[in-house]
């Protein structure tokens, strides 16, 4: 018996779903590349993931993240 349930959800509910899970994820692979390279990975100012981190994180503290749709994250 499928036991799956769907329903529909706003977008500020789905950022409260996915915000922390998606900075768990990040944190746990970002801690997973640091312990298998303990002496190469450093995020320096000139890194695009760094520069990715920053925009993200001023975007969050303005209330401009911006998420988007199912079709437009696959294509539908």
């Not at 944190?27 to 890194?47: G, Y």
């Not at 760094?50 to 199912?70: A, M, P, V």
Request: with cysteine; glycine share 2%; hydrophobic share 35%.
């Amino acid at each position: 018996m499928d036991m799956s349930q769907n329903r529909m959800v706003d977008s500020d509910e789905l950022q409260q779903i996915l915000e922390p899970l998606i900075r768990k994820i990040i944190r746990e692979e970002l801690l997973n590349i640091a312990r298998q390279n303990t002496n190469v990975f450093c995020l320096s100012p000139n890194m695009n993931l760094y520069k990715d981190l920053q925009e993200i994180s001023r975007r969050g503290k303005t209330d401009q993240i911006e998420l988007f749709s199912h079709e437009e994250v696959w294509e539908d």
